[in-house]
């Protein structure tokens, strides 16, 4: 069974910097897409960023030229670089790997997500 471990929240102020990692474990042979959404209180889950196996990013226009995703696919972890917080980027933050394959086929996976809090 594959799961997703995720770390690096925590509570920071307007204009800090954060660092999310996730790793999958288990026994992976591959996985397509990795990233993260992320869900504020009262409003829908929405992406905020992915990066595929080689490398291709996509970002919600709200996170672009502050956050930076990227992957070490040896370790089958995805990292999230967050600059420039805002108050707005308060959030539970959900990792994502889609496409993993196993020895019993594909599968897609989801963390548990962590909390990263912007004070104002």
């Known amino acids: 069974q594959v799961q997703l471990v995720e770390s690096g929240g925590g509570l920071v102020q307007v204009g800090g910097s954060l660092k999310l990692s996730c790793a999958a474990s288990g026994s992976i042979f591959s996985i397509n897409a990795m990233g993260w959404h992320r869900q504020a209180p009262g409003k829908q889950r929405e992406l905020v960023a992915g990066?595929?196996?080689?490398?291709?990013?996509n970002y919600a226009d709200s996170v672009k030229g502050r956050f930076t995703i990227s992957r070490d696919n040896a370790k089958n972890t995805v990292y999230l670089q967050m600059n420039g917080l805002k108050p707005e980027d308060t959030a539970v933050y959900y990792c994502?790997?889609?496409?993993?394959?196993?020895?019993?086929?594909?599968?897609?996976?989801w963390g548990r997500g962590t909390q990263v809090t912007v004070s104002s």
């Open positions: 994502y790997a889609l496409g993993i394959a196993t020895a019993k086929g594909l599968q897609h996976v």
């Open positions: 990066i595929t196996s080689d490398g291709t990013t």
